[in-house]
């Protein structure tokens, strides 16, 4: 050891100060923070004598809950900077070039107070890291790697909201930001940085040496678009429903100007969808519509200024949004749509509710089926016209206000005759009401409102595109676009947003072989969770788990080819009203006045609630907590002082909205196993014969949820066991923290065209495992149970459509059953890991594991309108860490970290 390295290790002690930032930044969700914070004063002692400069850089120090005394920011190492490991030529170069070195650290200082750049600027010629580092730290440090001067001057940004540190919202990750080719050979030639690898190695495809843990190798194509001839991403947003204009109209201000920067301002979501409902729908107090005149077939008596949405502050509203948005985002726009939920009472069929003698339905709410309409959607329907004139004149109306509505859709849920207001359909009789009138009425009328068809569930979609679509339809013609719905329908909320992915690539694939023009739109119409709020239910893991469900499905979606994401309701109450039918939901948003001025422990409802509390006064876990210790869970006091509760599902939203703008695209972006073999997964530690699958629990173990293939990456979501009766079996707990035993299914999902998990019981697969001597140590899974005896059946690796999206073939292939013949048969079953693989798509990259719904880490990959600013969202829904390598178009590294437990990161770069 030599002198310098003595003297800082008895200064600083064995952890080096490297160590010590990598364990609290990645570690921060079992990190005592008071006591990192309690050496900071012997820290400052230890650079004042070594003469190194302080970071100055406060704010990104404070994303990763680190103080600022703990970073080390000189220009020659920068973040994570090893100061036991320090060898002296560095001390020699500083010496000879004093000047020098006093600028660059004077510039340094200045950057970092100014804010200029979140991440610690550093050179180096290779891009190996320390050995001695990476063997006595688990997680990977950040650092950035740059080709030439003109990235490096660019701005780049790591930002995190992680579960570790709740209160801290798109943190700003320090980074260390290196360039591959040095432009100073000299200033090389005088240093011997080892920690970082030889000086004299030059290859710019050197690997990354491996930290404690594997590292996961996220592929990106910048140079390719997923979806290059169609439209762009339009933009994110929400629904100004009836029950958001109230709660919002219960703000101060304060809490009203709040609430539109938040959503729609250059430091919020930057949203730029929304969607209006046509009429009421059940976040609504009450039913209502603007012509209630039976028999008003020319609708003399129609609503033109559409008062109550006036009166309600629907369209107020709107226009602040509207506003906002133009002098935020001076390229963009609010495109605002609507959706009818039910037409007037006077033109619907009797439904179930009314009496056997009834003309019309009494209410506006229920549906008969499979045609809500009276006389029908034919061409000689008077209510079926006047419905569509009815269309004509709320756009007329709308636009009187200076709301031009980009779109409509024709109705909400058509498959669902709901307990709310609602108007059934089946796709032929839609298709008649498009081609017979709607379709001519907004033609002759409206020529500039797009039509957008279908606006239920992703299981039906298909069905659906494949009827009305078909270009012998009449009605194919006049659609623009087709909204879809992210609900799993039935009652397992906990579903919600979790299948029908195999089912969105179809689809892209379906308007291909119809010949469906490529400007047709695909707009995820509608979001939410329900039951009722996470500030109501109080527990911060379910929020979170909300919050993760939210972004798994954008990023999906963006994938398979949607153009955009709208949320349902942009704010509602504390228990997520009002709603007439009782059907609370949530929001990322919610109104609280009775708080703005620091109250806590108050049971209060607006009056137009009706619904009530859940459990009884007093219930509200939110309502009892004081803004302090909401804060600590992710609900910042300074809109609490507002009457405003910001969730963590608005946080993970703006990691994509705020970067993925109007105009951007999808580019191919894949998380995949890591480059260490099938034994080193970024989630799995094996020690001996011992295999232990990391991640945590697998909350997907859960009947109903799809099985699928991706990349292996060693977590419970790809572990299966094999039963004695021959079934294979998963386990896990859901949000709730209920166990849960699920089985593969012996059927397809009718709806999926792909197996899901089903209980253990009749219901199950029973496989029997039969040696393919072709394939050395594969299987062919025979299924012992099958329904048709005749034939052998086995378990097969069904592709996906479109090739997959931007995720590739090995994104979420179905697993589903098939002739037992070929390569898509062949399994092989680890029994000390529990993973069962193919290797059908080996020579798109390699194996694929089956896996519960989708693997714990994910990304998405983006360039924006004019294919400058590259933005990446890693998404680590695992209660563990993970280490990452991203790569780029050549499989160049972009970046080496790690993403914390139950965090989403994004990369602009």
Known sequence: MNKLTALVSKKVGKKSQYEEIAEATYGAATTDKEALDGND????????????????NDRAANAMNISPSRMSSSTGTGFGQDIEE????????????????????????????????????????????????????????????????????NKKQLLQTSLGDPSTHWGQVPCLVRKRKPSYSKFYEDQNWNWFGSSTFSSDKQEPIEYGQPSAQIRTNFGKKAHPNRQPIMGFGGAFTEATALNFMTL?????????????????????????????????????????????????????????????????????????VSD?????????????WSPPAWMKK????????????????????PNCLREGTGPDSRYA?????????????????????FAVTVQNEPEFPAPWEACAYNPDNQAEFIANHLGPRLDEDHPDVKLLMFDHNKDHAVAWGETILDENNPASAYVDGTAIHWYAGGMDRLLDGALGQPNMHRFMSMLKYQNVSEDHLILGSEACHCPTTGYYGGDINVAWARAERYAHTILADLAAGSNGWVEWNLVLDSIGGPNHLGNLCDSPLLAVPYRAGGEHNISWLPDFEHTGYLNGPGTSRGDSRTREELNSMGMPAEYIDRGVIVQPMYYYMGHISRHVRPGSRAVPALVDQSNLGPNERTFREIVGN????????????RVGIELTLWPCEGSTRQVWEFSKDGRLQVFGHDWLGVPTASCVSKTPDKSFGGLALTTCDHLAASFDMSVIKKGGDSYNMILTNSIEKEAQICLIAKPLESNGGAYGPRGGAQVTLGECNGDAALFEFNKMTGELTSSLFENEGGDVCMTTGWPFLQVGGFIDRNEGKKTVVILNEASDNANYVLRGDEGDILMTSSIPGHSIQTLVL
């Open 690 to 701: 011992t295999s232990v699958a990391g991640g945590g629990v697998n909350d997907l173990a």
């Open 328 to 340: 935020s985002w001076p390229d963009d726009r609010l495109d605002l749509f609507a959706s009818p």
């Open 86 to 153: 320090t060898p002296p030529s560095l001390c020699l170069y500083l010496l000879r070039n004093a000047a020098s070195v006093t600028i660059i650290i004077l510039l340094t200082i200045i950057c970092a107070l100014s804010g200029e750049r979140a991440s610690t600027r550093g050179e180096a010629a290779d891009l190996v890291e320390d050995k001695m580092t990476a063997g006595s730290i688990k997680w990977r440090p950040c650092q950035i790697y740059l080709d030439n001067d003109l990235e490096w001057n």
């Open 385 to 405: 016209k006047s419905w569509a004139l009815y269309f004509s004149k709320f756009v007329s109306a709308y636009k009187s206000w200076g709301l031009n509505l």
């Open 350 to 369: 009797p439904t179930q509710k009314d009496a056997w003698d009834a003309v019309h339905a009494v209410n506006m709410t229920n549906s008969p089926e």
């Open 252 to 324: 101060n201000k304060s809490g009203k100007d709040a609430i539109i920067e938040l959503l729609f301002g250059k430091s919020g979501l930057g949203y730029t969808l929304g969607r209006v409902p046509m009429n009421s729908c059940d976040f609504s107090p009450k039913s209502y519509n603007f012509d209630d005149v039976e028999d008003d077939f020319t609708l003399e008596h129609f609503d033109n200024h559409v008062e109550h949405d006036v009166m309600s502050g629907m369209i107020g509203m709107m226009l602040q949004a509207d506003g906002k």
């Open 41 to 56: 004063e012997s820290i400052e002692r230890e650079r004042s004598n070594l003469s190194l400069p302080t970071a100055g």
